[in-house]
């Protein structure tokens, strides 16, 4: 009887939808970028340093900084522009006006397929990682702190 609940455990466990291998760059999160934000964000599209220079100028281009390379992905996330990907791609839970990030449609066709794409972009960021908050406090958006930038993963 023992031996059937511990059986009947382990299974609801594996079928739970969590990440049982670890999620990389590489495996998951280059090619749902290259699916769903290549268009305006691809290898054509300014750096985050160019388009912080010329932003007027890019978005009429409907442009926004590049995220084709792990390199331009980690400028938005930890440095310099600290949790960019995070405000725009939240669903509303974290947003101080509630409201999902303006990318966040982008996230998939569907309700599931966005969230599901959240879920996996959040494991990858490492978990409690996903914060909103900013290299230096602004309006309402505090600075991050250490112990934030400490739990972030993004594996390759
Ligand atoms: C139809 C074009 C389009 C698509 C598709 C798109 N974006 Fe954007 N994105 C933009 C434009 C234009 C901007 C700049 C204007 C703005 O800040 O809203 C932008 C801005 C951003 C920013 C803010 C960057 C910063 O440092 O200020 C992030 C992060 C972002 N997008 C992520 C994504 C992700 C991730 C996807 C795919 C899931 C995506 N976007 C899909 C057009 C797009």
């Known amino acids: 009887m023992k031996l059937k609940l511990a059986a009947t455990l382990a299974c609801a466990v594996l079928s739970l939808p969590t990440f049982a291998q670890e999620v990389t760059y590489r495996n998951q999160v280059k090619p749902m970028i290259q699916k769903l934000c290549a268009e305006c964000h691809g290898d054509d599209a300014p750096t985050l340093a160019e388009f912080k220079l010329a932003e007027e100028k890019y978005k009429k281009e409907k442009l926004g900084p590049r995220t084709s390379t792990y390199e331009n992905l980690l400028q938005i996330i930890a440095y310099t522009d600290t949790g960019a990907l995070m405000r725009r791609l ?24 966005r969230a599901a794409n959240l879920v996996m972009l959040k494991s990858w960021v490492g978990e409690g990682a996903w914060n909103l908050n900013r290299w230096t406090a602004r309006g309402d958006v505090p600075g991050v702190t250490k112990e934030q930038l400490e739990k972030l993963k993004l594996k390759y």
């Open 90 to 113: 939240d669903d509303g839970t974290n947003t101080s006006d509630k409201k999902p990030g303006n990318m966040y449609k982008y996230l998939g066709e569907t309700d599931a397929e």
